[in-house]
């Protein structure tokens, strides 16, 4: 009797203990949601900025920017490589593009920027729903960031990059000046160059004078 109390005692425990092995252990982390809300996604951030954009350099659509995302509650950093009119969702944050800029590589200082627009979802009261809220909008700037910031107790955005170039091999002023004289029209009038100064007639020499011996030679043969 004994000896069979004991089977089942041990065969009670090994169940105990799967079964605390297929429940207690730690739950898989929930899937974040990066689909972006059909109000937001249909929304132009800035269409003003996104055609200045257009001006200069590479074509808008064509520029990459690399935005930098903070969460101050897990104290995680991700990078967002995105185009102009792209929008992307991290959790309850969304972020939209609408262009980005870099100076010049003559012009100093050096500097890149994006005009940015940041909305979290969250709820102004514990009564509310919650709710997609503007937090920010507005250019973003790389070397000084202190012009404009996102003031949010939970994200932080920041420019990181503008991956954008302007036309010619070296994009300075001199060749600048160079490929816009050299690109004028074949229809323009060309300023014509001055006729060169006649050179004056060289002045003929004088003819040699008789020598006295050939003069005595002659009146002596007369």
């Known amino acids: 009797m004994r000896a069979r109390g004991s089977r089942i005692s041990a065969l009670a425990l090994t169940a105990c203990l799967l079964a605390l092995a297929g429940c207690g252990g730690e739950p898989e982390p929930e ?4 689909s972006v809300p059909e109000a937001l996604a249909g929304m132009q951030a800035g269409p003003a900025q996104a055609v200045q954009g257009q001006r ?13 995302v903070l969460n101050k509650r897990n104290n995680l950093t991700q990078d967002l ?3 102009p009119g ?49 937090v920010f909008s507005g250019w973003l700037f790389k070397n000084s960031p202190g012009l ?7 994200y932080d955005v ?8 302007f036309p010619g091999p070296d994009a300075s002023p001199a060749s600048a000046a160079s490929s816009s004289n050299a690109a004028k029209p074949s229809g323009s009038e ?10 004056p007639a060289p002045t003929p020499a004088p003819a040699p004078s008789p020598s006295p011996t050939a003069s005595a030679s002659d009146s002596s043969a007369n």
């Open 31 to 34: 899937a974040e949601d990066t």
């Open 148 to 154: 404009n910031v996102v003031e949010h107790p939970v």
């Open 81 to 83: 490589e995105m185009k």
């Open 86 to 134: 792209e929008t992307r969702r991290i959790g309850n944050l969304v972020v939209k593009v609408a262009t980005c800029e870099k100076t010049l590589p003559w012009e100093k200082p050096q500097e890149e920027g994006a005009f940015v627009q940041v909305f979290v979802e969250d709820r102004r009261t514990s009564k509310e729903k919650l709710a997609w809220q503007k």
């Open 158 to 165: 920041w420019v990181k990059s503008c991956a954008m170039s």
């Open 56 to 68: 200069i350099g590479t074509p808008n659509k064509d520029r990459v920017v690399t935005l930098g």
């Open 190 to 199: 060309s300023t014509p160059e001055p006729n060169p100064a006649p050179s």
